[in-house]
């Protein structure tokens, strides 16, 4: 059993182990083969006999589950976050892939909102307007708006606050041709700050709105 489970052990260390040189699209499809890879071979020897030879059609099957499943970020992702990254140049905000295969855009208090105000800040507007045409262009995405506060005031003030600035940016998104029902939001206060609250720098940092756009997955799959 020792044998067949280091099989399965190895099947994974191999199939990561390519990962380095890839681009964040191919390395989301191997690291998604090579978990499935790795837990076929597993599976495949752990349930009847046949050994190696059981081990590597577990792999197999594994793998192509696995690489189906880790392939969420698709080309369309990709172009969407080009074209953010171009968008907000020089603006500040923050644009990522997460490891969850969601396009992540950090936006700072300094262009989004004013100090214990949800109104949408004028350096906010250009920002939303390239983002509400990215999204029309790719309505297949779903989007989630998370607003956050430092620890300023007391939590009677920041959760609602919190709400009311992920909720201001849904509706500007909306406003802009964005369907309603692609939107998810929450407010979190101050209860994730991403630094110390020690500094006026830092509780600037931590009075934010994130932004994600996962791609849906095709009706039918898991």
């Not at 300023?152 to 609602?160: K, R, Y």
């Not at 029902?181 to 020690?198: H, K, L, Q």
């Amino acid at each position: 059993m020792h044998n067949k489970l280091a099989i399965g052990t190895l099947v994974l260390a191999t199939a990561l182990g390519g990962c380095a040189n890839m681009n964040e699209t191919q390395r989301g499809t191997a690291t998604g083969a090579a978990v499935g890879a790795g837990l076929g071979a597993v599976l495949g020897a752990a349930t009847g006999g046949g050994g190696g030879r059981r081990a590597a059609i577990g792999a197999a099957i594994g793998g192509v589950a696995g690489g189906v499943a880790g392939n969420v970020w698709s080309k369309r992702m990709e172009e969407q976050k080009r074209q953010m990254e171009q968008a907000t140049q020089g603006t500040g905000v923050e644009v990522s892939q997460t490891a969850d295969n969601r396009l992540k855009l950090d936006i700072p208090s300094d262009i989004s909102f004013a100090t214990n105000s949800a109104n949408i800040s004028p350096a906010f507007r250009p920002v939303l307007d390239k983002f509400a045409s990215s999204l029309n262009q790719n309505p297949g995405t779903t989007v989630t708006i998370i607003g956050h506060t430092d620890n300023t005031g007391s939590d009677a003030i920041n959760n609602p606050l919190s709400v009311n600035r992920a909720a201001r940016t849904r509706d500007y998104l909306i406003d802009r041709g964005v369907s309603s029902n692609r939107f998810s939001i929450d407010g979190r206060g101050s209860r994730e700050p991403i630094v110390s609250n020690d500094s006026a720098a830092h509780r600037a940092q931590n009075r934010r709105v994130e932004i994600y756009v996962a791609e849906q997955q095709p009706a039918g799959t898991r």
